[in-house]
């Protein structure tokens, strides 16, 4: 089954979806969607500091979203993207086995 495409909103760089953790919009709010999934408009990112520094410097959030975002404290982002990335790394390592 081909793996789908996606764009990270940081580097630009067009990867598999699993190597990008999914982002939602709660209100105007930019959250890391529970379990990478989420109804509606979306937008993708590696969990590295430079692709959300460098997502934040060109607005691309508000961008994804089509609205201004209010952007959550960086190092709370940064921790929940970590932390969704290696969450799914696990669920792909046990889907595996
Ligand atoms: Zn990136």
Redesign the pocket.
Known sequence: MPVPART?I????V?QAGD?VRLAAAGDRVIVAPGGQSAGRGAW??P?R??FF?AVKARAFARAFHRSMTMPAAEEFMAALVAQAAHAARRAVSQSE
């Open positions: 990270c940081g580097c630009r760089a990867c990008l990112l590696h590295s430079d692709c460098a």
